[in-house]
Protein backbone atom coordinates (compact mmCIF):
# COMPACT_ATOMS: atom_id res chain seq x y z
CA UNK A 1 0.00 0.00 0.00
CA UNK A 2 1.27 3.31 -0.78
CA UNK A 3 2.12 5.48 2.34
CA UNK A 4 -0.28 8.16 3.16
CA UNK A 5 0.56 11.99 3.70
CA UNK A 6 -0.44 11.49 7.86
CA UNK A 7 -3.36 13.78 7.58
CA UNK A 8 -4.84 12.08 10.51
CA UNK A 9 -2.04 11.99 12.58
CA UNK A 10 -3.26 11.25 15.67
CA UNK A 11 -6.92 11.47 15.11
CA UNK A 12 -9.05 8.78 17.26
CA UNK A 13 -11.49 7.61 14.96
CA UNK A 14 -14.72 5.61 15.19
CA UNK A 15 -16.48 4.34 11.78
CA UNK A 16 -19.68 2.05 11.86
CA UNK A 17 -19.62 -0.26 8.51
CA UNK A 18 -16.51 -0.96 8.40
CA UNK A 19 -16.19 -3.94 7.14
CA UNK A 20 -17.02 -3.38 3.46
CA UNK A 21 -17.64 -1.18 1.05
CA UNK A 22 -17.72 2.22 1.55
CA UNK A 23 -17.25 1.97 5.87
CA UNK A 24 -13.77 -0.73 4.75
CA UNK A 25 -12.28 1.87 2.44
CA UNK A 26 -12.36 5.07 4.71
CA UNK A 27 -10.70 2.71 7.32
CA UNK A 28 -7.83 1.85 5.32
CA UNK A 29 -7.61 5.28 4.05
CA UNK A 30 -7.37 6.87 8.07
CA UNK A 31 -5.21 3.97 9.45
CA UNK A 32 -2.77 5.46 6.46
CA UNK A 33 -3.19 8.31 6.91
CA UNK A 34 -2.00 7.83 10.57
CA UNK A 35 -5.45 7.75 12.12
CA UNK A 36 -5.90 5.10 15.16
CA UNK A 37 -9.51 3.26 14.08
CA UNK A 38 -12.09 1.49 15.60
CA UNK A 39 -14.04 -0.96 13.29
CA UNK A 40 -17.66 -1.08 13.91
CA UNK A 41 -20.59 -3.58 12.28
CA UNK A 42 -21.92 -6.91 12.85
CA UNK A 43 -19.68 -9.43 11.55
CA UNK A 44 -16.29 -9.67 13.88
CA UNK A 45 -14.99 -11.81 11.17
CA UNK A 46 -15.35 -9.81 8.29
CA UNK A 47 -13.51 -6.47 10.68
CA UNK A 48 -10.84 -8.98 12.06
CA UNK A 49 -9.78 -9.53 8.14
CA UNK A 50 -10.00 -5.72 7.21
CA UNK A 51 -7.83 -5.35 10.73
CA UNK A 52 -5.73 -7.59 9.94
CA UNK A 53 -4.88 -5.81 6.90
CA UNK A 54 -4.50 -2.55 8.61
CA UNK A 55 -2.08 -3.87 11.43
CA UNK A 56 -0.42 -5.74 8.89
CA UNK A 57 0.87 -2.28 6.89
CA UNK A 58 1.88 -0.52 10.20
CA UNK A 59 -1.67 0.88 11.60
CA UNK A 60 -4.14 0.77 14.51
CA UNK A 61 -7.39 -0.80 14.44
CA UNK A 62 -9.65 -2.19 17.43
CA UNK A 63 -12.61 -4.82 16.28
CA UNK A 64 -16.20 -3.85 18.07
CA UNK A 65 -18.89 -5.72 16.81
CA UNK A 66 -22.01 -3.94 17.16
CA UNK A 67 -25.52 -3.86 15.82
CA UNK A 68 -25.84 -0.53 14.98
CA UNK A 69 -29.49 -0.31 15.93
CA UNK A 70 -29.13 -1.55 19.68
CA UNK A 71 -28.19 1.27 21.79
CA UNK A 72 -26.47 -0.81 24.54
CA UNK A 73 -23.74 -2.36 21.96
CA UNK A 74 -23.35 1.48 20.46
CA UNK A 75 -22.55 2.89 23.63
CA UNK A 76 -20.55 -0.08 24.49
CA UNK A 77 -18.40 -0.03 21.26
CA UNK A 78 -17.94 3.47 21.74
CA UNK A 79 -16.81 3.16 25.16
CA UNK A 80 -14.87 0.98 24.88
CA UNK A 81 -13.02 3.17 21.78
CA UNK A 82 -12.62 5.74 23.88
CA UNK A 83 -11.41 3.74 26.88
CA UNK A 84 -8.55 2.76 24.91
CA UNK A 85 -7.29 5.46 23.18
CA UNK A 86 -8.67 8.26 26.41
CA UNK A 87 -10.82 9.84 23.62
CA UNK A 88 -12.23 10.40 20.48
CA UNK A 89 -11.54 12.91 17.92
CA UNK A 90 -13.90 11.81 14.64
CA UNK A 91 -16.67 9.86 14.04
CA UNK A 92 -17.75 8.52 10.54
CA UNK A 93 -21.42 7.05 9.98
CA UNK A 94 -21.46 4.65 7.45
CA UNK A 95 -23.40 1.49 8.54
CA UNK A 96 -26.55 0.91 6.13
CA UNK A 97 -28.58 -1.27 4.51
CA UNK A 98 -30.92 -1.64 1.48
CA UNK A 99 -33.53 -4.03 1.27
CA UNK A 100 -33.51 -3.60 -2.42
CA UNK A 101 -35.86 -7.22 -4.00
CA UNK A 102 -36.22 -8.61 -0.77
CA UNK A 103 -38.78 -6.44 0.91
CA UNK A 104 -38.27 -2.47 0.62
CA UNK A 105 -41.33 -1.63 -2.25
CA UNK A 106 -43.30 1.60 -2.89
CA UNK A 107 -45.92 2.30 0.16
CA UNK A 108 -48.69 0.28 -0.72
CA UNK A 109 -46.78 -2.34 -0.71
CA UNK A 110 -44.26 -1.89 1.78
CA UNK A 111 -44.26 -4.33 4.97
CA UNK A 112 -44.24 -2.61 8.18
CA UNK A 113 -41.49 -5.26 9.05
CA UNK A 114 -39.78 -3.98 6.34
CA UNK A 115 -39.61 -0.64 7.07
CA UNK A 116 -39.06 -0.71 10.82
CA UNK A 117 -36.07 -2.75 9.60
CA UNK A 118 -34.94 -0.05 7.70
CA UNK A 119 -35.92 2.96 10.03
CA UNK A 120 -34.06 0.58 12.53
CA UNK A 121 -30.45 0.40 11.11
CA UNK A 122 -30.23 3.18 8.50
CA UNK A 123 -31.86 6.13 11.09
CA UNK A 124 -31.78 4.94 14.33
CA UNK A 125 -28.52 3.36 13.74
CA UNK A 126 -27.28 6.90 12.57
CA UNK A 127 -28.63 8.30 15.80
CA UNK A 128 -27.61 6.53 18.09
CA UNK A 129 -24.02 6.86 16.66
CA UNK A 130 -24.69 10.60 16.67
CA UNK A 131 -25.35 10.14 20.18
CA UNK A 132 -22.78 8.62 21.66
CA UNK A 133 -20.21 10.01 19.11
CA UNK A 134 -21.30 13.75 19.78
CA UNK A 135 -21.28 12.92 23.86
CA UNK A 136 -17.72 11.62 23.03
CA UNK A 137 -16.26 14.65 21.01
CA UNK A 138 -17.52 17.26 23.63
CA UNK A 139 -15.67 14.91 26.03
CA UNK A 140 -12.66 15.86 23.76
CA UNK A 141 -13.43 19.60 23.45
CA UNK A 142 -13.84 19.26 19.89
CA UNK A 143 -13.73 16.85 16.60
CA UNK A 144 -15.36 16.04 13.19
CA UNK A 145 -18.42 13.64 12.29
CA UNK A 146 -19.37 12.72 8.57
CA UNK A 147 -22.77 10.96 8.03
CA UNK A 148 -23.43 8.39 5.01
CA UNK A 149 -26.69 10.22 3.21
CA UNK A 150 -27.84 9.43 -0.05
CA UNK A 151 -29.16 10.64 -3.19
CA UNK A 152 -32.45 8.83 -2.91
CA UNK A 153 -33.07 11.26 0.68
CA UNK A 154 -32.67 14.31 -1.40
CA UNK A 155 -34.80 13.26 -4.55
CA UNK A 156 -37.56 10.70 -5.69
CA UNK A 157 -35.55 8.83 -7.99
CA UNK A 158 -35.19 5.64 -5.79
CA UNK A 159 -38.50 3.93 -7.11
CA UNK A 160 -39.53 0.91 -4.85
CA UNK A 161 -37.31 1.54 -1.96
CA UNK A 162 -39.39 3.82 -0.10
CA UNK A 163 -38.47 2.81 3.25
CA UNK A 164 -34.65 3.47 2.33
CA UNK A 165 -35.12 6.76 0.71
CA UNK A 166 -37.19 8.03 3.74
CA UNK A 167 -34.57 6.66 6.21
CA UNK A 168 -31.53 8.30 4.48
CA UNK A 169 -33.79 11.45 4.21
CA UNK A 170 -34.40 11.55 8.10
CA UNK A 171 -30.19 11.43 8.29
CA UNK A 172 -29.49 14.38 6.39
CA UNK A 173 -32.08 16.14 8.65
CA UNK A 174 -31.01 14.72 11.68
CA UNK A 175 -27.18 15.84 10.53
CA UNK A 176 -27.92 19.26 9.84
CA UNK A 177 -29.81 20.05 12.98
CA UNK A 178 -27.17 18.33 15.10
CA UNK A 179 -24.57 20.31 12.65
CA UNK A 180 -26.03 23.37 13.97
CA UNK A 181 -26.14 22.51 17.46
CA UNK A 182 -22.90 21.56 17.83
CA UNK A 183 -21.14 24.30 15.86
CA UNK A 184 -19.87 25.79 18.71
CA UNK A 185 -18.71 23.32 20.75
CA UNK A 186 -16.09 22.85 17.81
CA UNK A 187 -17.84 19.52 16.34
CA UNK A 188 -18.07 19.52 12.60
CA UNK A 189 -20.55 17.47 11.31
CA UNK A 190 -21.35 16.52 7.33
CA UNK A 191 -23.34 14.83 4.99
CA UNK A 192 -21.40 12.63 2.38
CA UNK A 193 -23.88 11.85 -0.09
CA UNK A 194 -22.66 9.12 -2.82
CA UNK A 195 -24.23 8.56 -5.74
CA UNK A 196 -24.49 5.03 -7.71
CA UNK A 197 -21.31 2.64 -6.08
CA UNK A 198 -19.86 -0.62 -6.79
CA UNK A 199 -19.92 -2.08 -3.60
CA UNK A 200 -21.36 -5.30 -2.07
CA UNK A 201 -24.62 -3.02 -1.10
CA UNK A 202 -25.43 -3.28 -4.49
CA UNK A 203 -24.56 -7.04 -5.81
CA UNK A 204 -28.02 -8.39 -5.49
CA UNK A 205 -28.89 -5.19 -7.63
CA UNK A 206 -25.99 -5.94 -10.64
CA UNK A 207 -26.11 -9.52 -10.20
CA UNK A 208 -29.87 -9.94 -10.56
CA UNK A 209 -30.98 -6.97 -13.09
CA UNK A 210 -27.92 -6.48 -15.18
CA UNK A 211 -29.78 -4.66 -17.93
CA UNK A 212 -31.27 -2.15 -15.40
CA UNK A 213 -27.48 -1.81 -13.76
CA UNK A 214 -26.26 -0.67 -16.91
CA UNK A 215 -29.15 1.83 -17.39
CA UNK A 216 -28.80 3.45 -14.01
CA UNK A 217 -24.77 3.52 -14.69
CA UNK A 218 -25.32 4.91 -18.35
CA UNK A 219 -27.17 7.97 -16.92
CA UNK A 220 -24.79 8.83 -14.57
CA UNK A 221 -22.51 11.78 -16.69
CA UNK A 222 -19.66 10.05 -15.62
CA UNK A 223 -21.23 6.86 -17.36
CA UNK A 224 -19.75 4.42 -14.38
CA UNK A 225 -20.56 3.58 -11.43
CA UNK A 226 -18.02 5.02 -8.60
CA UNK A 227 -15.71 2.99 -6.41
CA UNK A 228 -15.56 2.83 -2.57
CA UNK A 229 -12.19 4.23 -2.13
CA UNK A 230 -13.67 7.52 -4.52
CA UNK A 231 -16.10 8.34 -1.07
CA UNK A 232 -13.70 7.74 1.04
CA UNK A 233 -11.48 10.29 -0.04
CA UNK A 234 -14.11 12.50 0.43
CA UNK A 235 -14.81 11.28 3.95
CA UNK A 236 -10.90 11.74 4.73
CA UNK A 237 -11.33 15.54 3.45
CA UNK A 238 -14.17 16.02 5.64
CA UNK A 239 -12.22 14.80 8.55
CA UNK A 240 -9.17 16.71 8.46
CA UNK A 241 -8.53 20.34 9.94
CA UNK A 242 -8.56 21.06 6.08
CA UNK A 243 -12.27 21.04 6.46
CA UNK A 244 -12.09 23.52 9.13
CA UNK A 245 -15.05 26.05 7.61
CA UNK A 246 -17.24 23.12 6.24
CA UNK A 247 -20.09 21.93 8.52
CA UNK A 248 -23.66 20.81 7.94
CA UNK A 249 -23.19 20.58 4.30
CA UNK A 250 -23.73 17.85 1.60
CA UNK A 251 -20.86 16.82 -0.34
CA UNK A 252 -22.09 14.26 -3.29
CA UNK A 253 -19.38 12.29 -5.13
CA UNK A 254 -21.45 10.68 -7.74
CA UNK A 255 -20.17 11.00 -11.04
CA UNK A 256 -22.51 14.13 -11.38
CA UNK A 257 -25.52 12.17 -11.20
CA UNK A 258 -27.20 14.55 -8.92
CA UNK A 259 -26.12 17.46 -11.21
CA UNK A 260 -28.55 16.82 -13.72
N1 LIG B 1 -23.15 1.89 -2.71
C1 LIG B 1 -23.98 2.87 -3.06
O1 LIG B 1 -24.37 2.98 -4.23
C2 LIG B 1 -24.45 3.84 -2.03
C3 LIG B 1 -25.05 5.05 -2.46
C4 LIG B 1 -25.50 5.97 -1.51
C5 LIG B 1 -25.35 5.67 -0.16
N2 LIG B 1 -24.77 4.50 0.23
C6 LIG B 1 -24.65 4.25 1.66
O2 LIG B 1 -23.31 4.00 1.97
C7 LIG B 1 -23.24 3.22 3.16
C8 LIG B 1 -22.26 2.09 2.96
O3 LIG B 1 -22.76 1.21 2.01
P1 LIG B 1 -21.79 0.40 1.02
O4 LIG B 1 -22.15 0.82 -0.33
O5 LIG B 1 -20.39 0.49 1.47
O6 LIG B 1 -22.37 -1.09 1.23
P2 LIG B 1 -21.87 -2.32 2.09
O7 LIG B 1 -23.00 -3.27 2.12
O8 LIG B 1 -20.57 -2.80 1.55
O9 LIG B 1 -21.61 -1.72 3.55
C9 LIG B 1 -22.58 -1.64 4.55
C10 LIG B 1 -21.90 -1.79 5.90
O10 LIG B 1 -22.87 -1.59 6.94
C11 LIG B 1 -22.76 -2.67 7.85
N3 LIG B 1 -24.04 -2.88 8.53
C12 LIG B 1 -25.24 -3.19 7.99
N4 LIG B 1 -26.15 -3.33 8.95
C13 LIG B 1 -25.52 -3.07 10.14
C14 LIG B 1 -25.94 -3.04 11.49
N5 LIG B 1 -27.20 -3.30 11.85
N6 LIG B 1 -25.03 -2.74 12.44
C15 LIG B 1 -23.75 -2.49 12.11
N7 LIG B 1 -23.29 -2.50 10.84
C16 LIG B 1 -24.19 -2.79 9.87
C17 LIG B 1 -22.33 -3.85 7.01
O11 LIG B 1 -21.80 -4.90 7.80
C18 LIG B 1 -21.29 -3.18 6.13
O12 LIG B 1 -20.08 -3.05 6.83
C19 LIG B 1 -24.67 2.80 3.49
O13 LIG B 1 -25.18 3.66 4.49
C20 LIG B 1 -25.38 3.03 2.17
O14 LIG B 1 -26.75 3.28 2.37
C21 LIG B 1 -24.31 3.59 -0.66
Known amino acids: MAPGLDRLTGKRVV ?20 ARVALLS ?18 TALVLPCDVSKEDQVQAAFARAEEAWGGLDTVV ?13 RVDRLDLSVWQQTIDINLTGMFLTLKYGVQALLRAGGGAIV ?14 EDAYSAAK ?5 LARVVANEV ?3 GIRVNIVVPGLIDTPINARFKENHPEDWAAVNSLVPMRRAGLAEEVATMNLWLCTDEASYATGGYFTVDGGWTAI
Open 15 to 34: ITGASSGIGEATAVLFAREG
Open 42 to 59: RREDALEEVAGRIRADGG
Open 93 to 105: GVAGVELYDVGDD
Open 147 to 160: VTGSPTGLYGIALG
Open 169 to 173: AGCHG
Open 183 to 185: ARD
